[in-house]
T-cell receptor, first 113, second 117 residues
Framework: DSGVTQTPKHLITATGQRVTLRCSPRSGDLSVYWYQQSLDQGLQFLIQ???????AKGNILERFSAQQFPDLHSELNLSSLELGDSALYFC????????????FGEGSRLTVL | AQSVTQPDIHITVSEGASLELRCNYSYGATPYLFWYVQSPGQGLQLLLK??????LVQGIKGFEAEFKRSQSSFNLRKPSVHWSDAAEYFC???????????????FGKGTKLSVKP
């Protein structure tokens, strides 16, 4: 158990819809990362938050957005969903020592039909 | 551009045999290097990391990796594979000292390991 909690574990929705994925980092960790894992693209970094502020942005589509709340949990919002958005979405937190070691949740599997 | 290459998509080894998974990286600055393992239905777990110092690093579950700057490689090894090692293995490279945290990691496409009894 990494200590990172993601909900929901599975989500099935239709094209054009909007979903929200939730992540609770390990206790004490300030940094949260979101990654997308798909068969064709592999693991792709989406976005990072550090203590409530956006720190780095990767290959995140404009239809996607994220935020980190004062209690440090984070949400990833995916809107106008397309078939190609079907993937496993991971959240990871980084230790406060900023060593670069990421602790991953078990992921949220999104299926868009 | 920064990249990580894992040349082997799928490797099968017999239980008890030795294992080497290859990883090559392209990175302009001093890299931080990682190996993660992902079991089916699970998140990624860190096996080991290299930041600096001794180029041979030891990790969990009996794994080790050697950083070779001249070859831009960070290969993962295990002397004797167990059936429970069957999983997917990801090499990753990260930035050193970016903005107080290490920034995002760039992952390879992964190598799936199967273990024959």
């Amino acid at each position: 158990d990494s200590g990172v909690t993601q909900t929901p574990k599975h989500l099935i929705t239709a094209t054009g819809q909007r979903v929200t994925l939730r992540c609770s980092p390990r206790s004490g960790d300030l940094s949260v990362y979101w990654y997308q894992q798909s068969l064709d693209q592999g693991l792709q970094f989406l976005i990072q938050y550090y203590n409530g502020e956006e720190r780095a942005k990767g290959n995140i589509l404009e239809r996607f957005s994220a935020q980190q709340f004062p209690d440090l949990h984070s949400e990833l919002n995916l809107s106008s969903l397309e078939l190609g958005d079907s993937a496993l979405y991971f959240c990871a937190s980084e230790s406060v020592a900023n060593t670069g070691e990421l602790f991953f949740g078990e992921g949220s599997r999104l299926t868009v039909l | 551009a920064q990249s990580v290459t894992q040349p082997d998509i799928h490797i099968t080894v017999s239980e008890g045999a030795s294992l080497e998974l290859r990883c090559n990286y392209s990175y302009g600055a001093t890299p931080y290097l990682f190996w993660y393992v992902q079991s089916p239905g699970q998140g990624l777990q860190l096996l080991l990391k290299y930041f600096s110092g001794d180029t041979l690093v030891q990790g969990i579950k009996g794994f080790e990796a050697e950083f070779k700057r001249s070859q831009s490689s960070f290969n993962l090894r295990k002397p004797s594979v167990h059936w429970s090692d069957a999983a997917e293995y990801f090499c990753a490279v990260g930035a050193a000292g970016y903005g107080g945290s290490q920034g995002n990691l760039i992952f390879g496409k992964g190598t799936k390991l199967s273990v024959k009894p």
